[in-house]
């Protein structure tokens, strides 16, 4: 079956940096876009950034210049590198891909950015 199972987060100071893993199985990774997403409780779900099959690449207006995705076909991992974060980054983040009809989404990793 289809799995997801994100690591990296954790405390990090502002400036600091980050990056995120997005392990999958269970399907042909390199044939489906792949995203990121967070989530601070109480907000709606934010889509974060995303990447192409063909490895294009968009992000929120407020991570561009500092979050990079990117994706290890090979290992099938999905990676968010994040620099230079803020405070406002912290949230529960997920990795999320759709297939077909069907929707999956990782369990989440908690990254709290604070002195």
């Known amino acids: 079956q289809v799995q997801l199972v994100e690591s990296g987060g954790g405390l990090v100071q502002p400036g600091g940096s980050l990056r995120l893993s997005c392990q999958t199985s269970?399907?042909?990774?390199?044939?489906?876009?792949m995203n990121w997403y967070r989530q601070v409780p109480g907000k709606e779900r934010e889509l974060v950034a995303n990447?192409?099959?063909?490895?294009?690449?968009n992000y929120h207006d407020s991570v561009k210049g500092r979050f990079t995705i990117s994706r290890d076909n090979v290992k099938k991992i999905l990676h968010l590198q994040m620099n230079s974060l803020k405070p406002e980054d912290t949230a529960l983040y997920y990795c999320?891909?759709?297939?077909?009809?069907?929707?999956?989404w990782g369990q989440g990793t908690q990254v709290t950015v604070s002195s």
């Open positions: 269970g399907f042909t990774f390199d044939r489906y876009a």
């Open positions: 999320h891909t759709q297939l077909f009809s069907f929707v999956y």
């Open positions: 990447i192409s099959v063909a490895g294009a690449t």
